[in-house]
């Protein structure tokens, strides 16, 4: 019997609806992987269609011209198996709810020129960004089990693996001596880690090898980082792959020790595997820290959204502030420093050192750089309201103003060059709505729209251990959104964790109080999130890096009367802060009365 | 054994989040029907928390206090049976993937200052904009039962009813001779006549009369209408509640056929009833008419959206066409003429007669107006830009900045006078991508987002005849879109047809074609909508009236190389047009090369 198969992986770059290209690419693997004369080459999850499709899949001319292409990568197939990623069409399947689904995503087995058979994901992940039960209807086969010259093989998809008694036990308890799982698995902090942890307890509880293959590329909001892995059926690590870049991996994987196999199989071929070879060897990428890995996620998504949809340069509001700092690095890293304009548009109250840190900036990245200042517009804004309004503008109307006509120059710039408008607002600023709607969050893309501001930071240092680019006068400034609003918000460094811990762990008030932060603080900015959520629904997509990110991870009601947090909330406003500001207005947004105001009082109308 | 029924049914306008206030109402409706000799009163779904609930149902303290507040309700219930809908904890219940839910949708039975038990939802819709399947578990009694004095009932909730051989089935089968169904069944043009037929087919099934209640108001982007049902066991219509108000009824529901008991029942109480009662008389509301529940639609959702986040004012810009027109008119309607200020921003190519036209609609409205020349603004913008471009600027930037200019000074009024900044747009727009992001869609709410234009017309046709509030001329104005893109795009009767088949129906370009469309006038439609989808990822909420809004109901990828219409989109093109403006810019919004350019060529890096 055979002891080891010798599998590659291709860590494949697809596009979500590019089914021509990704065939090409698929293709193009397994030419390599047939010149490495591997048994098996294992692409990821969907590789033919890209992922997540979201409504996509309901399109019925979609589903016909991705099964068109896979049948033609069949008759393209050679003497290899090759495991392809795809959707398929299976007889419709009933959820908990009363619509069929008739599509299952797929991992098609290809070999001598035909379609073996497809393994069909049995577990659909419907949770945080992920839905995948919407649209797909789960296997009926989690068993399958696929006879490749002289070794059984399972293959399960992604979420299948995670159960911990799913697919791969059943698999494995069926005969499989070798679990293949294609994957798309997109990046937050705490991925990495979770995903070797994975691959190794599957190896353990089943005494298999398993080769975990995951893609690569930014898609809207996710960026899927690679990092495949290759462990033994002794969890030890044969191989990683390098995060945020394509790879090609050939290994001589040992299998796990024999077995009867009781489970249902399919014969993709049965040559026995004669020819010596030349042991294949692959040597695993380095693990990168969790800082470095969120730079090349925030690089990598910020490319591929400006490239897939067809543009090559951007331009961006470089103010002398740090998150347009950080920004402006990420764009000249994504798509060269000569594609990214960087235009600094100075108020008449616009410190000198701030204007002078922005060309600094764009001197030491190499971008360009252009001067608009906003003066003549504001006053004409402010002269065509003086005719209508005679009231005295209330706090943080002033403030808005500013940013609404940064982002009509921005956009206006944009549009006439061609350049992709890049918004620079971080996640602090989202979370307790401190950012003007249509002002500083308004572009086709916020880079940074998943770091809380203490993480910029971070990246700033990281960055300028490659080459000094951000001014330390940059990094040394305060933060500023204590001072234009009306409230007295702590300092980052206590904010940041306290919002982390509410929205990632989903920790109450109580247990945040236990964890030693005042309880009225707490109040006032757990109250604050939960009143900025009309914010963030009409913000660019932007790299999800945390565990949750906004929107998809989290929806919140906009039109939500719980507010078990307001009580103590008024701690927060600054003393002489006017009393309560209208709701939706920029004036309220991080204010006093917040959105959610009363209910409907008394008897509704009608009864 | 009894042959009757008194029922009670609350059609309630419930908000989300105000649990207290809820209850308050539930209350109120509890007195009411015991004063009216109710055996049973129904609430509609989730009445106690509203519906829906997004992630806040994954928050701690809101379940905790949810279930607090029915406690206490079921203290203060009485000597009749009251069926409250709510949510409950119940052991973890693994959905199609690796994640435990342990909350359900349920529906409360009090009686005697007791919880008698509770009904937990079995299905679970997961499609268009329901995605209850991501935080909920299932129920896993089906078939329970209620004995309420001498008769049986059974309990379903929504989706439960819809599928033909599920709840109400194994119910009436195990020996429930009624149907009581709490529903939070939101608007669309098609639901009202479904849920009549849902009702008749569901009592024709199982021999048993069905009480079909359901909820009113506006939650962000879905309208609940009401029409709550009572259906005989002969398909007789018992009681049909009005559309878009509340509600209270009582009604005599003559018992299905007496049937052995066999499926689990539990007791609620089994006083007999003895005192006469007079007959329970109640008259149906009359049914209105499509156009008619748009209006009422569009009305209540946006009166919801406005009150509820605690406002009670708007502003929206007027301009003398169709859109702001009616806008304008459902604002008045919503919120009262003297709360509604209109300001008209023209530029110095406005015609004369639309500006006299936007007055003259104020005046027969009664809202307040104001006049905010956009030139000065403009102009000191082209200033600005002037020292940096020296490019022509491209067809369609003009435009942009015209409305970008609009909506800064609308926000500015917006956050001075503290009125919530309605947006004016229309479906048809959002489709094909003509409006400007930031632009005509900016503000906090968009009331005709998922009205198309040829529906806006109607809709201003239907308004004139209670009040001629919208003059003839803006009627006759031909739609302007033609005049401004680049495209030489058909009238909106034709267009409006073939965006609602692609969307809503989801047919092919084949079948469209074979439907009589010009083919190669499809194929450059069906590519504009599908290239738009990034501009409707940042707009405002809007009220939900046709089966498929855009958002929720049908979400694509931004990110989308799929362009199977491509081929002949250059025939919409007018002659001595520019070629090809580059993407994300709004030259290009609805223009020759369209978003999704080029997918990554040649092989990707790294590889």
């Known amino acids: 019997m055979a002891r080891v198969m010798r599998v590659a992986g291709?860590?494949?770059?697809?596009?979500?609806?590019?089914?021509?290209?990704?065939?090409?690419?698929?293709?193009?693997?397994?030419?390599?992987?047939?010149?490495?004369?591997?048994?098996?080459?294992v692409f990821p999850e969907l590789a033919l269609t890209g992922y997540p499709l979201a409504d996509l899949v309901l399109r019925e001319e979609f589903v016909e011209a991705t099964l068109a292409q896979l049948r033609r990568l069949a008759r393209d197939s050679g003497r290899m198996t090759a495991v392809v990623g795809t959707i398929d069409r299976v007889p419709p399947r009933r959820s908990w709810d009363t619509r069929d689904r008739d599509i299952a995503i797929g991992a098609a087995v290809l070999c001598d020129g035909e379609l073996r058979g497809i393994y069909h994901k049995t577990l659909l992940p419907n949770y945080e960004a992920f839905n995948e039960a919407r649209n797909f209807a789960p296997g009926s086969k989690p068993g399958a089990l696929w006879r490749i010259g002289e070794a059984v093989a399972g293959i399960s998809i992604c979420e299948d693996s995670w159960s911990g008694d799913g697919p791969p036990e059943a698999q494995a308890g069926g005969g499989a001596?070798?679990?293949l799982m294609p994957n798309a698995s997109p990046f937050h902090l705490e991925k990495p880690l979770g995903r070797r942890e994975l691959a190794a307890?599957?190896?353990?509880?089943?005494?298999?090898?398993?080769?975990?293959?995951?893609?690569?590329?930014?898609?809207?909001?996710?960026?899927?980082?690679g990092g495949s892995?290759?462990?033994?059926?002794?969890?030890?690590?044969?191989?990683?792959?390098?995060?945020f870049r394509t790879d090609r991996f050939c290994v001589d994987v040992p299998l796990g020790?024999?077995?009867?196999?009781?489970?249902?199989?399919?014969?993709?071929?049965?040559?026995?595997?004669?020819?010596?070879?030349?042991?294949?060897?692959?040597?695993?990428?380095?693990?990168?820290?969790?800082?470095?890995?969120?730079?090349?996620?925030?690089?990598?998504?910020?490319?591929?959204?400006?490239?897939?949809?067809?543009?090559?340069?951007?331009?961006?509001?470089?103010?002398g502030g740090i998150d347009s700092a950080v920004t402006a690095a990420v764009a000249a890293d994504a798509l060269g420093a000569?594609?990214?304009?960087?235009?600094?548009?100075p108020g008449p109250d616009s410190p000198a050192d701030e204007l002078e840190d922005a060309h600094e900036l764009a001197r030491a990245l190499g971008i360009g750089m252009s001067v608009i200042p906003i003066e003549g517009v504001t006053a004409s804004v402010e002269r065509s309201l003086g005719r209508l309004l005679e009231e005295e503008a209330m706090p943080g109307t002033r403030e808005a103003l500013d940013a609404r006509t940064r982002a009509t120059l921005l956009l206006a710039v944009a549009d006439r060059l061609g350049h992709v408008p890049l918004a620079t607002g971080n996640k602090s600023e989202l979370s307790i709505g401190s950012a003007a709607l249509f002002g500083d969050m308004a572009g086709a893309f916020a880079p940074l729209k998943d770091c809380p501001k203490t993480l910029v930071y971070r990246l700033a240092r990281l960055r300028n251990t490659r080459a000094l680019v951000i001014p330390e006068r940059v990094l040394d400034r305060p933060a500023s959104v204590q001072e234009h609003e009306m409230h007295t918000l702590p300092d980052f460094e206590v904010l940041d964790p306290i919002v982390q811990r509410y929205?990632?762990?989903?920790?109450?008030?109580?247990?945040?109080?236990?964890?030693?932060?005042?309880?009225?603080?707490?109040?006032?900015?757990?109250?604050?999130?939960?009143?900025?959520?009309?914010?963030?629904?009409?913000?660019?997509?932007?790299?999800?890096?945390?565990?949750?990110?906004?929107?998809?991870?989290?929806?919140?009601?906009?039109?939500?009367?719980?507010?078990?947090?307001?009580?103590?909330?008024?701690?927060?406003?600054?003393?002489?802060?006017?009393?309560?500001?209208?709701?939706?207005?920029?004036?309220?947004?991080?204010?006093?009365?917040?959105?959610?105001?009363?209910?409907?009082?008394?008897?509704?109308?009608?009864?």
Not at 338 to 345: A, N, Y
């Open 177 to 179: 001596r070798i679990l």
């Open 257 to 319: 020790s024999d077995r009867a196999v009781t489970g249902p199989i399919t014969t993709v071929h049965t040559r026995p595997r004669v020819a010596p070879r030349t042991p294949a060897v692959a040597e695993s990428a380095l693990q990168l820290s969790a800082d470095e890995q969120v730079w090349e996620a925030l690089v990598l998504g910020t490319r591929d959204f400006v490239r897939k949809n067809g543009a090559s340069t951007a331009v961006l509001g470089v103010s």
């Open 503 to 607: 929205l990632e762990r989903g920790e109450t008030l109580e247990k945040l109080v236990a964890a030693g932060f005042d309880a009225a603080l707490v109040r006032g900015v757990l109250q604050l999130v939960d009143d900025a959520e009309y914010k963030r629904r009409q913000t660019p997509p932007g790299v999800k890096v945390t565990t949750r990110a906004f929107s998809q991870d989290l929806s919140m009601p906009i039109t939500n009367a719980w507010r078990p947090f307001q009580a103590d909330e008024a701690e927060l406003i600054a003393p002489g802060a006017e009393p309560g500001p209208p709701p939706w207005t920029e004036a309220s947004a991080a204010g006093a009365e917040g959105l959610a105001g009363p209910a409907l009082s008394g008897p509704p109308a009608g009864q």
């Open 201 to 225: 307890s599957v190896a353990r509880r089943n005494g298999t090898p398993v080769v975990y293959l995951n893609c690569v590329g930014g898609q809207d909001e996710l960026v899927f980082d």
């Open 338 to 345: 000569d594609m990214v304009l960087g235009v600094t548009m």
């Open 10 to 41: 291709i860590q494949l770059e697809n596009v979500v609806g590019d089914i021509a290209g990704n065939a090409r690419r698929i293709l193009d693997g397994m030419r390599w992987a047939e010149e490495h004369e591997a048994d098996v080459v």
């Open 229 to 243: 892995l290759v462990i033994g059926a002794d969890e030890r690590l044969l191989y990683r792959a390098p995060q």
